[in-house]
């Protein structure tokens, strides 16, 4: 039926619900929408990764579903009775949290790897039509609140305003609280469960008795049997990354730690000196030519992760030590655990991002830096900054030696402006690659690639005799070839770094 018009002239009607009670129902619900888009960027990046184009598409599909929902809400409550809608609405987006789950396993599974417009369709998938639900709640309970045109403003103001407090109240605990102290999918699925309790407590107080239709709690019921049934890749997750260990089927003893969508790191558990992944081979041949007699080194690593090169280098180089500078926490534990880490006093970790960290470190100490930090597909955009780099620099003895893993395939776009980079801090730099790697079309050429930067004169001649030691034929660019290939890229700052734009990712397939 529609309902009259609310009246002018100060004349008042009745509202249905007092004012708490309508302050309560936009607050939580909105909480809810911001609970949703934190967590989406922890359901998606197993399976397409942490860049800044999952953001985007997360960013951009909840703003459209709320602008949709705030719509069709107030285009509902219009032409219907308003306080009918709002539990099974509530409802509805508690059922529709508890279908995200299912959607992004499934779904994830067939997109792992996936660009940006499959980024998009996936977080339509499983985030638009909760966020389109939840956010129709607004304007329909403003429209049952509303009992004179004279306090329309007052009205619609302190709901809107309690909505958006709501969002942000949503946004920050998530971020800072809910992320760090529990897994996302417990954290979602409570979440639905409330608003399906909040959704059925509040149809009954405003239809006088009537609950849920039975087709209505058939679909919840089924919503939340496939959000707990659906299966995922995490064996251990933290506020940063969905982390797994793979054992390997060809070595015993070897075990590979997979990050999000990357096989990050591969270790081998009785022998700390087999570097299996081509570029860790290129750091070990640089370390030897750069101490060809085993010496003792003292280094820094930018990113731990697996410790593949901290256990390398005390097998290789003994005495050696190594300060590592590791974002995530829980990698340690799980390289303790499971990866073969026994830390000692030759490998101190300080936990936190490089950026910060490196900033405690004193001048002139690290005889060798090892570049290996990753978010998703790309090294972090603040540490490929000449800021950053300049700080790299100021760590480093006069005869330091920096090495840096990076990928990039495609153009290369990334790697050129990250080379240039360096070339606009230190004196001297080379670059490792595939045989090919540097070539127009790189082809499967492209991918890691090793970038070795010194104020000092960099062993290139012995970089390429420890790599045929090994029977390898990879490719040291310097030199002439090396200003060719950079080609005029530009240098990357803290104020223009557009790593993921930059960066061109595997091709499909």
Not at 38 to 47: D, K, N, S
Not at 240 to 257: F, I, K, P, Q, T
Not at 301 to 319: D, I, K
Request: proline share 6%; hydrophobic share 45%.
């Amino acid at each position: 039926m529609r309902v009259p018009a609310p009246t002018g002239g100060g004349h008042t009607l009745p509202r249905p619900m007092p004012a708490p009670a309508a302050a309560a129902l936009v607050f939580l619900s909105s909480a809810a929408v911001l609970v949703l888009e934190i967590l989406a960027a922890r359901m998606l990046a197993p399976y397409v990764g942490d860049t800044l184009e999952t953001y985007t598409a997360i960013i951009g599909v909840i703003l459209g579903g709320i602008a949709l929902g705030s719509w069709l809400g107030g285009k509902a409550a219009d032409a219907r009775e308003p306080k009918g809608l709002i539990g099974p609405l509530l409802i509805a987006g508690g059922a529709l949290a508890f279908a995200s789950i299912p959607l992004i396993d499934g779904l994830g599974a067939g997109l792992r790897g996936a660009g940006p417009a499959t980024t998009t369709v996936l977080t339509v998938s499983a985030f638009f039509l909760p966020a389109a639900v939840l956010s129709a709640v607004t304007p329909v309970v403003i429209k049952v609140q509303l009992a004179s045109l004279d306090e329309t403003g007052r009205v619609v103001g302190r709901l809107s305003a309690l909505s958006t407090t709501g969002a942000i109240v949503g946004t920050f605990a998530t971020g800072f609280l809910l992320v760090a102290a529990f897994p996302t999918r417990p954290v979602i699925r409570v979440t639905a469960l409330l608003l399906i309790l909040l959704g059925v407590a509040t149809a009954l107080a405003l239809r006088r008795g009537r609950g849920v239709s039975a087709g209505g709690a058939v679909a919840v019921l089924a919503a939340s049997a496939f959000s707990f049934a659906a299966s995922h890749p995490c064996e251990y997750e933290s506020a940063y990354y969905c982390a797994y260990v793979e054992h390997d089927e060809d070595r015993d003893s070897g075990r590979a730690l997979w990050l999000d969508t990357l096989r990050h790191s591969y270790v081998d558990l009785d022998d700390p000196g087999h570097l299996e992944f081509t570029y860790t081979a290129w750091f070990g041949d640089a370390i030897t030519a750069y101490a060809p007699d085993g010496r003792a080194l003292t280094t820094l690593h930018l990113g731990g992760a697996g410790f593949t090169m901290p256990r390398y280098l005390r097998a290789e180089h003994p005495g050696s030590t190594s300060t590592v500078l590791e974002l995530d926490p829980l990698l340690v534990d799980i390289a303790e655990e499971e990866l073969g880490l026994e830390l000692d006093d030759d490998i101190e970790v300080v936990t936190g991002d490089a950026r910060n960290s490196i900033g405690e470190l004193p001048d002139d100490v690290y005889e060798l830096v090892i570049g290996d930090a990753f978010g998703g597909v790309a090294v972090p955009w603040h540490l490929t900054t000449r800021e950053f780099t300049e700080q790299v620099a100021r760590t480093m003895t006069d005869d330091g030696l920096y090495v840096m893993n990076v990928v990039d395939y495609g153009p290369r776009r990334f790697l050129r402006a990250e080379i240039a980079t360096l070339q606009a801090v230190f004196d001297h730099v080379a670059v490792i690659g595939r045989d090919g790697g540097f070539d127009d079309d790189p082809g499967d050429a492209a991918g890691n690639f090793v970038v070795l930067a010194a104020d000092a004169p960099l062993p290139v001649d012995e970089v390429v005799a420890a790599n045929r030691a090994r029977g390898a034929s990879d490719t040291v660019l310097v030199g002439g070839e090396l200003e060719a290939f950079v080609d005029g890229a530009q240098v990357l700052t803290d104020d223009h770094a557009p790593v993921d734009q930059l960066l061109t990712p595997r091709p499909a397939g």
